[in-house]
């Protein structure tokens, strides 16, 4: 098991900027793709951004490029793996639940059912 803990979701107008953080228990060994998905009520769950944390290359869902930002935190050697996603210039559309995804591939998937890991989510609501 990888337990994933998400944060940083929150009530914001459009137009404005929010910051999500995912973090693992720890240092995963070999290829390992982290990812974000959202969900918004009533619609399938999507791929937002991923990223393999030794290779470092980003991709996006069309909808957030430009916008969003997947990053992972070098800033401490040994601590807990952790990602971010920057998120600017938000539209109400990008209301949903996100949910930050993790799996050991050296790929990056879209599918949700290529993830074994998951976090709780966090709610990220965009008002007009």
């Known amino acids: 098991q990888v337990p994933l803990v998400e944060s940083g979701g929150g009530l914001v107008q459009a137009g404005d900027s929010l910051r999500l953080s995912c973090t693992t228990s720890g240092r995963t060994p070999g290829a390992f793709v982290m990812g974000w998905f959202r969900q918004a009520p009533e619609k399938e769950r999507e791929f937002v951004a991923g990223?393999?944390?030794?290779?470092?290359?980003?991709?996006?869902?069309?909808s957030v490029k430009g916008r969003f930002t997947i990053s992972r935190d070098y800033s401490r050697e040994y601590a807990p793996d952790t990602v971010y996603l920057q998120m600017n210039s938000l539209k109400p559309e990008d209301t949903a639940v996100y949910f930050c995804?993790?799996?050991?591939?050296?790929?990056?998937?879209?599918?949700?059912?290529?993830?074994?890991?998951w976090g709780q989510g966090t709610r990220v609501v965009v008002s007009s």
């Open positions: 990223v393999v944390l030794s290779e470092g290359t980003p991709k996006y869902a069309d």
């Open positions: 995804a993790a799996n050991y591939n050296n790929w990056i998937p879209t599918a949700p059912g290529e993830y074994d890991y």
